[in-house]
């Protein structure tokens, strides 16, 4: 066991992550192009200053609290603090980018994320000046008129809308498992047609984006994700369960900003989102540079606050921005709450990660290099793997 840390703490050392300094010629490019975008929306209606005081001021927050989330989000999405006024300008034509979401096979744990039930963040109120064209559990509309209201949507908005998926897409007996409307049109001929006429996908959640607790063994309804099933299309990956409603945001404040999708990684997630391990950024990793770990549930170093890596914490091969973004209100997430990540992020969740709580990496054959090059780690990590893949065949582990 000590051998087998010392190896990995030499892997999960080197800093993941991509490079956030593009040079001044391509940021002031950037600029004038999202000048000329958000002149050209704010022609067209935009939501005012004064409309969207208003929204601010009844959850009880100020021009202060938003020009202090404006320079928060212009940090998240990666850009220079002179984007910022840009940022706040931007927020003012939301209301031009047209969203459609749908709810496929899931909890609807992303719509729950989405409206919150108390204490709503700025990020959240400002979603709710978006042009939700069509949601199933918003809307007031049901049944038949619901479907008319889609239609309407889509022939109105026709290659303009963002379409939101929520939810995996089951897949077997010729996706009998899901079926919509009055017409019995099954999830996957749901999303093929509405992806048809669609600007982009936006696929929420780790279910949407690679089949999630669905899909996990024995996946009895052929769950998969929506890039599974849909090619021909422009697709953001938002994984996460449940997603983060501050990248969600990001995603079509970016669109907004600049008419094109953000910069993604090789799992078509954001890069502003995902573009470091959960183990870069954690309040822990101090602990888990200096050797401290928690050993037991409630020891003195769990009242401590040390590292949760010998307690099965995803966080070295996780890629999200939780230790930044946070949950409730920017006050807490898992490993700040006294548990590792749980790797809700990653493709192959639930069953790659089912040993929650046994040290990372516990499957030889996953490689945490595989989307960023940590050079310097991957021949380590394959050294690791040769020297584990015995002892792993004997235990009898069957993940992927």
Not at 170 to 197: K, Q
Request: glycine fraction near 8%; proline fraction near 6%.
């Amino acid at each position: 066991m000590e051998k087998d840390l010392a190896i990995q703490k030499s892997i999960f050392s080197k800093i993941s992550g991509i490079d956030t300094n593009k040079g001044d010629d391509f940021y002031e490019d950037l600029y004038k192009r999202c000048e000329e975008r958000i002149d050209a929306l704010q022609a067209v209606n935009p939501f005012t200053e004064d409309e969207l005081e208003e929204v601010l001021v009844e959850e009880g927050y100020n021009r202060r609290d938003f020009m202090k989330w404006v320079s928060a989000t212009t940090a998240m999405l990666m850009l220079p603090g002179f984007f910022e006024p840009l940022v706040a300008k931007t927020v003012q034509v939301l209301n031009r980018v047209p969203v459609i979401w749908i709810n496929l096979q899931d909890c609807a744990g992303n719509s729950e994320a989405f409206l919150r039930t108390d204490g709503p963040t700025v990020d959240e109120l400002i979603l709710e000046i978006i042009s939700l064209e069509f949601h199933e559990l918003l809307m007031a509309p049901s049944g038949e008129h619901a479907e008319q209201q889609l239609e309407n949507a889509m022939t109105t908005f026709k290659n303009e809308y963002l379409l939101f998926v929520e939810g995996a897409i089951p897949t077997a007996e010729n996706g009998i498992y899901g079926t919509i409307g009055t017409s019995g049109e099954t999830y996957v001929d749901h999303l093929v047609r509405l992806s048809a006429d669609a600007k982009a996908i936006v696929a929420v959640g780790t279910c949407a984006t690679f089949g999630g607790i669905p899909a996990a063994a024995p996946n009895p309804t052929g769950a998969r994700g929506v890039m599974d099933i849909v090619s021909n299309k422009p697709i953001v990956n938002i994984p996460a369960c449940p997603a983060n409603p501050a990248n969600m945001l990001g995603v079509i404040l970016l669109y907004a900003m600049t008419g094109e999708l953000p910069e993604l990684d090789s799992l078509l997630r954001p890069k502003f989102a995902f573009g470091y391990r959960i183990h870069d950024a954690c309040e822990r990793r101090v602990h888990f540079d200096a050797g401290e770990y928690v050993e037991e549930w409630g020891d003195a170093s769990a009242q401590a606050g040390h590292c949760l890596y010998k307690m099965g914490c995803k966080g070295p091969v996780t890629f999200n921005n939780c230790p930044t973004v946070k949950y409730n209100r920017g006050t807490s997430w898992p490993v700040a709450a006294g548990h590792g990540c749980i790797g809700c992020s990653e493709p192959g969740f639930f069953d790659k990660f089912d040993r929650f709580e046994a040290p990372t990496p516990f499957n030889p054959n996953y490689n945490p290099a595989s989307d960023f090059q940590i050079a310097a780690g991957i021949g380590l990590f394959a050294a690791y793997k040769t020297a584990t893949q015995e002892e792993s065949a004997q235990e009898g582990y069957h993940g992927e």
